[in-house]
């Protein structure tokens, strides 16, 4: 390894990777560093002899149209879910889907119990109002998402049995405090794009980013203490590093002085099972239950994500539950809602994230962190809390460096 390079970037999540992929595009000299033993950060897989377990329950969106031109195979090849959710209240269902991108649960959607028949006219206007939304270009008032939901006019009803547990399942918050700013951006990309997942799990996306990157200019398990004078780093390995100008992503900003990213916390359980089930390619939400927020099947989606004689259920799980010492609970839980007997599922693994999601209250686009200088901030918390707003600060980054 050199000890001089042009730029340095410091963290390996989907920011850093953009940024890297654009400086590999223009032959720069840099190195990019990565305190774990995996590039991808909050975004990527584990893989077991014969599952593959994503860091959560995560999903790409085919509407990320900077992401999309970092990606070596386009996102029309990940495989979709249905669009819509499969609501599960007690030991009754209802499915709401969208009619335009699925005709043939219209019906399904129309008589569905779990919205009044306004509120669906209103989804449908909301759909509407916000394509080609743009939070740089929204200078209405920021306010909770439960506030901005009502101000619109929707039911207790709607906003119980679908916007709660499905927007919780994506914000990983139980009461919609999250910006209503952030909120339209992720209904807007939903109303135009597709939740997809890749077929060989969510690690193929950091993977794809970085694949033409000389493996060289990575240096993986290796953690940056401190920023010292004269531009050079201190390594966790002893040596360091000379830099003309560093990019600092996400939670390594702190060696430049910037505050503590806040972030909302999941648990996640897989469960395999040797049952089939039906309108598994829908997500399944669990509005009145005390434990489960969104089941998905992943490997209805994706088949590589279990053997053929396995279905590998995706069980998030928000707030302060504890997931240790529940597999008896989750298991009768899954007898209930869906038959068999206990002995039909096994908890395959259990994951706990701290540090999952972006916390995005009210006023947090209002927040403008100035940079100066030769050392760059980047990471979603720059843009907004998604794949796409990582990639784009990371890509923002770059140019900053270039000008």
Not at 110 to 116: G, L, Q, T, V, Y
Not at 292 to 297: K, S
């Amino acid at each position: 390894m050199k000890q001089n390079y042009d730029i340095i970037i410091v963290g390996a999540g989907i920011s850093g990777l953009a940024c890297a992929q654009k400086c590999n595009e223009n032959s720069k000299d840099f190195l990019l560093i990565e305190k774990s033993s995996r590039i991808g950060g909050r975004v990527g897989s584990v893989k077991s002899e014969r599952f593959i377990f994503d860091i959560g329950f995560q999903v790409y969106n085919t509407a990320y149209s900077t992401t999309n031109k970092l990606l070596k195979n386009k996102p029309e090849k990940y495989l979709p879910f249905m669009p819509g959710a499969k609501i599960m209240i007690k030991d009754s269902s209802t499915i709401i889907s969208d009619p335009m991108r699925n005709f043939s649960k219209i019906l399904n959607t129309i008589f569905s119990p779990a919205a009044s028949l306004s509120d669906k006219i209103r989804v449908l206007k909301l759909k509407n109002h916000l394509s080609n939304y743009s939070i740089e270009l929204d200078d209405s008032e920021d306010m909770q998402t439960i506030d901005y939901l009502r101000w619109y006019g929707f039911s207790e009803k709607i906003i119980g049995n679908f916007f709660n547990p499905f927007f919780s399942g994506i914000f990983l918050e139980d009461r919609l405090e999250t910006s209503s700013k952030f909120f339209k951006y992720v209904f807007s990309n939903f109303n135009s794009g597709l939740a997809v997942l890749p077929k060989n799990g969510m690690q193929e996306i950091p993977n794809q980013i970085i694949s033409n990157i000389d493996p060289s200019q990575i240096l993986l398990n290796t953690q940056v203490d401190k920023i010292l004078p004269g531009n050079k780093l201190e390594l966790s390995n002893g040596s360091t590093v000379v830099f003309n100008s560093l990019i600092l992503t996400n939670e390594s900003c702190a060696l430049a002085g910037q505050p503590s990213i806040k972030y909302n916390s999941v648990s996640t359980a897989y469960i395999s099972s040797n049952r089939s089930f039906k309108d598994s390619r829908y997500i399944h939400l669990f509005p009145q239950d005390d434990l489960i927020n969104n089941i998905a099947f992943v490997s209805s989606v994706s088949p590589n994500y279990a053997p053929k004689d396995k279905t590998l259920l995706s069980i998030s799980i928000l707030g302060k539950n504890e997931i240790i010492g529940i597999d008896k609970k989750l298991k009768q839980k899954m007898v209930f809602y869906f038959g068999g007997d206990i002995s039909d599922y096994t908890v395959e693994k259990t994951i706990n994230t701290k540090k999952a999601t972006l916390n995005q209250l009210p006023g947090f686009y209002e927040n403008k962190i100035k940079q100066e200088g030769n050392v760059i901030f980047a990471g979603d918390h720059m843009f907004n809390g998604s794949i796409e707003g990582a990639a784009i600060s990371g890509i923002k980054a770059y140019e900053r460096i270039i000008k």
